[in-house]
């Protein structure tokens, strides 16, 4: 039995937070792809954000960085839509979740 596999995609937002982190771009994509097979890995969030997960990774030089995410109603795409360190960066996800329109 296969896994299915799921689509990792970035919002534009998310997009601009990745070219901020280039200097570890590798490594923050190779953290996100887990989530082709693994879409249940992140921390379910609560509050506002209760329909979003928290994929938690480090960085090189020790920094712990969050990828916010939603998985789609028909359960086939993860939509990065937030990638930060993990200070103060809950405020941001709740208004880049409201600003969100997925099916």
Do not use: W
Request: aromatic fraction near 6%.
């Amino acid at each position: 039995m296969t896994t299915p596999k799921y689509d990792v995609q970035l919002t534009p937002r998310a997009e601009k937070d990745l070219k901020k982190l280039r200097h570890d771009l590798a490594n923050v994509l190779q953290q996100i792809s887990v989530l082709e097979t693994d879409p249940l890995r992140g921390e379910i969030l609560k509050g506002e954000l209760r329909d979003a997960r928290s994929l938690h990774f480090s960085l090189k030089g020790g920094g712990q960085y969050r990828a916010i995410y939603v998985i789609t109603k028909d359960q086939t795409v993860c939509l990065v839509f937030l990638i930060a360190a993990r200070e103060n960066l809950y405020k941001e996800a709740q208004r880049r979740l409201e600003s969100l329109e997925f099916d």
